[in-house]
């Protein structure tokens, strides 16, 4: 198993930046990523990143905004969130794909997560 530790999350205003954290409690995973759940929508991907090789994937609402990036030796990937909009506000959540497979951020193939951390934009 990995335990999965987000932080990070807090108040921010549209227009402002905020760095997410995801600390894992091993190296025993392929990719680590990111997701949001905003009340009343589903569990969407924002992004994910390889371990061994750093490659990245982002959602369309992200891209140019967002940058996940990783430390392996803490076991650390970040979640850098810039030009924050309104419609970032959700919970954040972090998983990993333990079991190998094609990379990619389709949320059904993580297997362990995090217990998120809230993200709220307001000014």
């Known amino acids: 198993q990995?335990?999965?530790v987000e932080s990070g999350g807090g108040l921010v205003q549209p227009?402002?930046?905020l760095r997410l954290s995801c600390a894992a409690s091993s190296s025993d995973y392929y990719y680590i990523g990111w997701f949001r759940q905003a009340p009343g929508k589903e569990r969407e991907a924002v992004s994910c990143i390889s371990k061994r090789l750093g490659n990245t994937n982002?959602?369309?609402s992200v891209k140019g905004r967002f940058t996940i990036s990783?430390?392996?030796a803490k076991n650390t990937v970040y979640?850098?969130?810039n030009n924050v909009k309104p419609?970032?506000?959700a919970v954040y959540y972090c998983a990993t794909r333990t079991l190998y497979s094609a990379f990619g951020c389709g949320r059904l193939s993580y297997d362990y997560w995090g217990q998120g951390t809230q993200v709220t934009v307001s000014s």
């Open 2 to 4: 990995v335990q999965l």
């Open 58 to 60: 982002y959602a369309d």
């Open 79 to 81: 979640l850098q969130m």
């Open 15 to 17: 227009g402002g930046s």
């Open 70 to 72: 990783r430390d392996n």
């Open 87 to 89: 419609e970032d506000a």
